[in-house]
């Protein structure tokens, strides 16, 4: 309970509020001041119950409470009887009813301020039958029904809006850059002007321009339009294809079956779609405008929380409980064991399942149907966008098998000319393995030559020194290319670090003195520090304390100057009280009559009975209103009655009228009588 407290405190010392209470304060507020708290706090919700309550009844205060508590849904804790004292501890300003009230309200201020808004619109005014019977009031409920409708689908859509994720700023960020876009457009157009300008001929030139460039728009537009075209075409073509299909399929089965099973599949077929029509889809169709209607009725109805659901689910469990019993009561009651009747629903039951089931069955297996047939026309516009043929059937496929045996033979023919050209090929190698045996003998002789010359391997040897040679003197060329290369890098390298030691030289001097004084700069930072961190320390104790002790002796001030207030404001609230009393004792008391009507007591007398008069005169009004309502209400009936002869009398005299004469009318005894 002192947390609920607390929080309420929290809240009302926040925006809008801003009522600076503590604890003590809170729980010291009267009853009165309790009510107008809680009326403050529904009037920042709902902006039409921000009032004095002082300035009407407390009955009429606790009515508006209580019907504003109702579209916010809020659900006093326990059963009847606690909501007759919640009623009455609301009434009187109780604080165990308000407090949970005020904890409630404070919680989901900003979801509550959403649902007053749409109650305003979305509840309902219920119209008496009798008064729906008239034509205008009928109208008018219609209309206003309607624009309950258009108003939810607005609030739709504008809280769509708003989850949408586009913002004001984005917007605005957008708008500026494109501003800027357009600006740097406009700047590099004028630009291109003035350059264009120094150029001979330059209107003539920027007209061939426009002119060019509303060509490629007329292209690009003729292009598209190609483009839909050939679409188009396509899908006429696969439209004809599929008739065609369907044509050969009907004449197919014409010509493969007899009347008699044509008719018996036409006979099924009727029974099949009678009984989609008739049962299946109507059963379905009434569900799916159950489940619509209940759908839209969730909608209509304001945000639930989960404490609500919880409820909710709970009276479902209840009541499904209480179905169950029902059930079971009215099965032993009604419908005993040994009675037929029960064996012959289930019966029923089973064999409306299972027709449902097989028609079911029988629905899922013609989509497949239909499905594999789409598919397989898929498949035949594949082939042919691929092989340009569709599939072949009868007189077509016999074709396709004569032209695949001619297509065999000149197959056989080229390919006795591929094992020709094989056979050429292998000649060919084998010719070349002899001229490289050849090769080799010669190469031998040659060694055996060389041999009895005393000269062996001189071919090979010469061979060997001219390559070697060529690749020797590459070698060293290179090689003098990178040591030049590499004796000019290291001078300058030398050179370099030279001059970098010289110019670095009282650099490094320097730095050995200022790394000397940086040490000697960090250890007095270091002691300097240990000494500011305790004194800080000491001070930031001393000042904490001192913080709290402020703190208190403000609180105890501000509780000291709140007591002094309230005492004061209640002392002269009893001065007036008894300065009232005393005047109305003297007025009261007095012998002259016109002092003693001045008195509060004699005005009220005085009010009380004209209210009564009044109400016994509305009374009798009220019964004479009633007794005449019937006859009155006869009494229209019969002069719309009337008005309707009347106008049917004028219509038929019109008629007469207009038409030419084709018989005669002769009215004997009160009845008229047509003779042609």
């Known amino acids: 309970m002192s947390d609920q407290i607390q929080f309420i405190v929290e809240k009302l010392n926040q925006e809008p509020f801003r009522k600076n209470y503590n604890l003590i304060t809170f729980d010291s507020l009267e009853s009165v ?29 606790a009515k508006r409470m209580l019907s504003l508590l109702g579209i916010l849904k809020y659900k006093p804790p326990g059963s009847i009887s606690d909501l007759s004292a919640f009623r009455q501890g609301l009434v009187t300003g109780s604080k165990p009813v308000i407090h949970p009230v005020l904890h409630w309200l404070l ?47 607005l609030h739709k859509e504008c809280e769509q809006l708003k989850t949408s994720g586009l913002s004001t700023a984005e917007i605005r960020r957008d708008i500026s850059a494109m501003e800027e876009e357009k600006d740097q457009l406009v700047k590099r157009v004028e630009r291109l002007k003035k350059r264009v300008e120094t150029v001979q001929n330059h209107q003539r030139m920027l007209e061939i321009a426009r002119q060019l460039r509303l060509e490629k728009e007329r292209e690009e537009s003729l292009a598209q339009q190609k483009q839909e075209q050939k679409n188009q075409l396509f899908h006429a073509e696969q439209r004809l294809q599929r008739a065609q299909l369907q044509l050969k399929e009907m004449h197919h089965a014409v010509v493969d079956s007899k009347p008699e099973s044509l008719m018996k599949k036409l006979e099924e077929e009727i029974n099949f779609n009678s009984y989609l029509v008739t049962e299946k889809i109507p059963r379905e169709l009434e569900i799916k405008k159950n489940s619509a209607y209940f759908l839209q009725k969730v909608v209509a109805e304001p945000a639930m929380s989960q404490s609500d659901l919880n409820v909710l689910e709970i009276k479902i469990n209840e009541v499904n409980a209480q179905m169950n ?82 297509k065999n033979t000149f197959y056989k023919k080229k390919r006795l000319e591929i094992a020709e050209i094989t056979a050429e090929y292998g000649i060919l190698q084998r010719t070349e393995e002899l001229l490289k045996q050849r090769h080799e003998a010669i190469q031998q002789q040659l060694q055996s030559i060389e041999d009895k010359k005393g000269i062996s391997g001189y071919s090979y040897t010469q061979e060997e020194l001219e390559r070697v040679s060529a690749v020797k003197s590459e070698m060293d ?29 009282p650099v490094i001097k320097e730095l050995r003195q200022l790394r000397q004084k940086c040490q000697e700069l960090t250890q007095e930072c270091d002691e300097k520090k240990i000494q500011y961190d305790s004194c800080a320390a000491g001070l930031e104790s001393n000042r904490s304390a001192l913080e709290q ?5 403000f609180e105890e001030c501000a509780q000291e100057e709140s007591n002094y207030h309230y005492i004061n404001c209640m002392k002269r609230n009893l001065e007036i009280q008894l300065q009232r009393a005393k005047e109305e004792m003297k007025a009261y008391v007095s012998p002259d009559p016109q002092e003693r009507r001045k008195a509060m007591r004699e005005q009220y007398t005085r009010m009380i009975l004209e209210q009564e008069n009044l109400g016994k005169k509305l009374r009798e009004k009220q019964k004479a209103v009633r007794e005449s309502h019937g006859p009155n209400m006869k009494q229209i009936k019969m002069w719309q009655d009337f008005e309707q002869l009347m106008e049917c009398k004028r219509e038929c005299f019109l008629k007469q009228q207009n038409q030419t004469a084709i018989g005669q009318v002769i009215q004997e005894g009160g009845k008229d009588r047509l003779v042609l």
């Open 549 to 553: 002790e402020v703190k208190g002796l």
């Open 325 to 406: 019993q029902l059930i079971e009561k009215r099965m032993m009651k009604y419908e005993p064991i040994d009675s037929k009747f029960s064996m012959y629903r289930q019966q029923a039951s089973i064999i409306s399942r299972k027709k449902e089931a097989k028609a079911e069955e029988l629905q899922a297996a013609k989509e497949e149907m239909s499905s594999t047939e789409r598919q397989m026309l898929q498949k035949t516009n594949q082939a042919h966008e691929l092989e340009g043929s569709e599939v072949l059937k009868g007189d077509e496929f016999k074709h396709y098998v004569n032209k695949l045996r001619s």
């Open 107 to 153: 919680q989901r201020t900003n979801e509550l301020k959403k649902r007053a808004y749409l109650a305003r619109f979305l509840v309902k005014l219920e119209v008496p039958a009798e008064f729906l019977q008239d034509d205008t009031v009928a109208d008018i409920n219609k209309q206003y029904e309607e624009l309950m409708e258009a108003f939810k689908n």
């Open 477 to 505: 060329e290179m090689k003098g290319r990178t040591l030049d290369n590499m004796s000019e890098m290291v001078k300058k390298l030398n050179t370099m670090v030279a001059e970098k030691k010289a110019s670095l030289a």
């Open 33 to 61: 001041q309790l009510l107008q708290l809680l009326n403050d706090v529904l009037g920042e919700i709902d902006p039409k119950h921000a009032v004095d309550i002082r300035e009407e009844l407390p009955e009429q205060t």
